[in-house]
């Protein structure tokens, strides 16, 4: 029924039930004056309206879809203004009740109904429609071409609207083309995107966020570990509570149980589902792995207060290097592994150790580097002073050696001519 339509009938029944109030009556009807107020109920089912609270009649509407009104009695003239019907606005008639349990209204319109009640579905299958179920508090816009927006496919307190959007978890939200909320309070956003995960929200194309509390958003991407987070162009988050970006990255981890040694962050730079791999990975025991060169700003236009490092080598010299593991209630790997201990970092080079907010302390191995090169430096510089030692050292003696051969050669020619001289003989005494 049009609402010009029900306004002509709700007139023509007014004009009829007047007129049977005021009009000709017998001789012992007129004796009892009629009422101050006519009460009676519209009917929009049918369009109609029938009288109540006078002798004889209901004392009230019938149905709680049926709307009471009143009216002052009125001339003989059996007409009266619609502007003076008590429980019916100024305009046309903005608060009767449409077919189906319409309210209109100059302000818009309320649909009522009663959620988890019996009643039958309006439609279904497919068709292009806007579709309001009370009994599920179910609201759909759009167009579907098979069943889902069936009864069977309509989730307690959920909307859909678009083409062939799929609402039917609890408290669930699907906009766009093809888009599956299946899960309880899930939300699927775009073209071809699946949220089936309780509380999962899936964006973008094709994503699929199917673990607990997990979101994808992007193409093809999927968040399948319980409150993961996957990003970018067929990225998948399987380890729980993990973030992966970028693209066709390593898949690995545990979906439902925190694993120390399954991937926390992943950056993804494969180029097809057969060649997949990370950029980056940091592990949820704190191990870091990169496939390219780690580098850091280190241009001397950024700095300032530059001074030149000396005197570290003696103390890298009282750095005692140890081998150790992690303890087992430290969220750690427990393989053996070689560094330096913070505290003793700390007594020779306090600036490479910070205190985190835990408490514990951290060493800075990237600027430990800078140490070890100056440590090198300085050996280096010991090492050419001692040869420098060294070589005036075999100077000296190759010196004094030089100087004793030549004695040495000197006291030989001596000799020699002393052995070679002619002897001659002096009489003595007795040859006289």
């Known amino acids: 029924m049009t609402r010009r339509r029900a306004g002509w009938s709700l007139w023509f029944v007014l004009v009829v039930l007047l007129l049977g109030v005021v009009g000709v009556e017998p001789a012992s009807a007129q004796q009892t004056p009629p009422p101050d107020t006519i009460r009676a109920c519209y009917v929009p089912a049918t369009g109609t309206i029938y009288r109540i609270g006078a002798p004889?009649?209901?004392?009230s509407c019938l149905s709680q879809a049926h709307v009471a009104f009143a009216w002052s009695r009125v001339s003989s003239a059996g007409v009266v203004a619609h502007?003076?019907?008590?429980?019916?606005?100024?305009?046309?008639?903005?608060?009767?009740?449409?077919?189906?349990?319409?309210?209109n209204s100059n302000s818009g319109f309320a649909v009522a109904g009663t959620f988890g009640s019996a009643d039958a579905l309006p439609a279904s299958g497919a068709g292009t429609r806007l579709l309001w179920?009370?009994?599920?508090?179910?609201?759909?816009?759009?167009?579907?071409?098979?069943?889902?927006?069936?009864?069977?496919?309509?989730?307690?307190?959920?909307?859909?609207?678009?083409?062939?959007?799929?609402?039917?978890?609890?408290?669930?939200?699907?906009?766009g083309e093809n888009t599956s909320a299946?899960?309880?309070?899930?939300?699927?956003?775009?073209?071809?995107?699946?949220?089936?995960?309780?509380?999962?929200?899936?964006?973008?194309?094709?994503?699929?966020?199917?673990?607990?509390?997990?979101?994808?958003?992007?193409?093809?991407?999927?968040?399948?570990?319980?409150?993961?987070i996957a990003a970018g162009i067929e990225t998948e988050a399987r380890?729980?509570?993990?973030?992966?970006?970028?693209?066709?990255?390593?898949?690995?981890?545990?979906?439902?149980?925190?694993?120390?040694?399954d991937p926390l962050f992943v950056a993804g730079n494969g180029t097809s589902d057969a060649a997949r791999s990370n950029a980056l990975t940091l592990y949820k025991n704190g191990d870091l792995t990169i496939a390219g060169t780690l580098t850091q700003s280190s241009d001397a236009r950024l700095k300032e207060e530059i001074e030149p490092l000396e005197g570290v080598l003696d103390r890298v010299l009282r750095l005692q290097p140890v081998t150790y593991r992690f303890r087992e209630?430290?969220?750690?790997?427990?393989?053996?592994?070689?560094?330096?201990?913070?505290q003793e970092v700390a007594e020779e080079f306090p600036e490479l150790v910070k205190a985190e907010a835990d408490g514990y302390l951290s060493l800075s191995y990237t600027q430990l580097a800078a140490v070890l090169v100056q440590a090198l430096r300085e050996q280096e510089?010991?090492?050419?002073?001692?040869?420098?030692?060294?070589?005036?050292?075999?100077?000296?003696?190759?010196?004094?050696?030089?100087?004793?051969?030549?004695?040495?050669?000197?006291?030989?020619?001596?000799?020699?001519?002393?052995?070679?001289?002619?002897?001659?003989?002096?009489?003595?005494?007795?040859?006289?």
């Open 182 to 228: 299946s899960g309880p309070g899930a939300a699927a956003f775009g073209l071809s995107t699946s949220a089936s995960g309780s509380r999962s929200v899936a964006f973008g194309l094709g994503t699929t966020a199917s673990g607990l509390a997990s979101t994808a958003f992007g193409t093809g991407a999927t968040a399948s570990g319980l409150f993961s």
């Open 56 to 59: 004889g009649l209901p004392s």
């Open 381 to 432: 510089a010991r090492h050419q002073a001692e040869l420098a030692a060294q070589a005036e050292r075999m100077a000296a003696l190759q010196s004094r050696l030089a100087e004793l051969e030549r004695l040495l050669a000197e006291q030989q020619v001596g000799a020699a001519a002393e052995t070679s001289a002619p002897v001659r003989h002096v009489a003595g005494p007795e040859a006289r």
């Open 83 to 103: 502007s003076e019907l008590q429980g019916l606005d100024a305009d046309d008639h903005p608060r009767y009740l449409l077919l189906g349990g319409v309210r």
């Open 133 to 175: 179920y009370p009994a599920k508090a179910a609201f759909r816009v759009g167009r579907v071409t098979g069943s889902e927006w069936d009864l069977a496919s309509l989730g307690e307190s959920s909307v859909a609207m678009g083409v062939n959007t799929l609402a039917s978890g609890q408290n669930s939200v699907a906009f």
């Open 329 to 342: 209630d430290v969220n750690r790997s427990r393989e053996k592994q070689i560094g330096l201990l913070a």
């Open 239 to 261: 380890a729980v509570a993990s973030l992966v970006i970028g693209r066709f990255n390593a898949i690995g981890g545990d979906p439902s149980d925190w694993i120390p040694t």
